[in-house]
């Protein structure tokens, strides 16, 4: 039972290319979460989904789209990847009467080439 | 959100305890403290959460001092798969979370 679930794990492209990355919570939860992880490690918050609206878009690029069909999704598509664009991608989850806690995915590992 | 300030990284030996301090002068009223560790690899893992004085779960205890101010997570008896980046955060009690982590401390357990 994956309670957050990222498609795919690992994600090879060249540089220029659109992709798309999928995720899932089955734990009903309200809110989710993109966040992006650098080389350095960094783990910087992207955008946030509440009740499919969305709620905090950080300062990203445009080329970065997310896209939430239902409150158990919420994709992340990227136009023309560059190559500072490879890094692991979180989704997260966390709902009401949580006191916040977030609840990760296992990551997808974009590299650009 | 608070900022948080922790040791870059710890080194520790095999059924140890180890302590990691977190100070956050800016905590707001009604924030609370949480600790996630990520594993190589993965994502994020919650470990605890606390307001006020201490906590213990299966994992670990947390310890708050009545200011506040700082916080310090206690992992009792580490083993080598305790390896990882713990990161503190402050975070409000309700609405949505932009958590901002910090450089987390990476723990080191050597055998």
């Known amino acids: 039972d994956t309670a957050v679930s990222q498609t795919p794990k690992y994600l090879v492209t060249q540089m220029g290319n659109d992709k798309s990355i999928k995720c899932e919570q089955n734990?009903?939860?309200?809110?989710m979460y993109w966040y992006k992880q650098d080389s350095k490690k960094f783990l910087k918050i992207m955008f946030s989904?509440?009740?499919?609206?969305?709620?905090i878009n950080e300062t990203v690029p445009n080329r970065f789209s997310p896209k939430s069909p239902d409150k158990a999704h919420l994709n992340l598509h990227i136009n023309s990847l560059e190559l500072g664009d490879s890094a692991v991608y979180f989704c997260?989850?966390?709902?009401?009467?949580?006191?916040?806690?977030?609840?990760f995915g296992p990551g997808t590992r974009l590299l650009v080439l | 959100l608070a900022k948080t300030t922790q040791p870059i990284s710890m080194d520790s030996y095999e059924g140890q305890e180890v302590n990691i301090t977190c100070s956050h002068n800016?905590?707001?009223?009604?924030?609370?403290i949480t600790w996630y560790q990520q594993f190589p690899s993965q994502g994020p893992r919650f470990i605890i959460q606390?307001?006020?004085t201490k906590v213990t779960n299966e994992v670990a205890s947390l310890f708050i001092p009545a200011d506040r101010k700082s916080s310090t997570l206690s992992l009792p008896r580490v083993s080598l798969s305790d390896t990882a980046v713990y990161y503190c955060?402050?975070?409000?009690?309700?609405?949505?979370?932009?958590?901002?982590f910090g450089t987390g401390t990476r723990l080191k357990v050597l055998a």
């Open positions: 997260a989850s966390s709902g009401i009467g949580t006191s916040g806690t977030q609840y």
């Open positions: 734990l009903g939860h309200d809110t």
């Open positions: 989904y509440n009740n499919k609206e969305l709620i």
């Open positions: 800016n905590i707001a009223t009604n924030d609370y």
């Open positions: 606390g307001y006020k």
């Open positions: 955060l402050v975070v409000p009690p309700s609405g949505t979370y932009k958590y901002i």
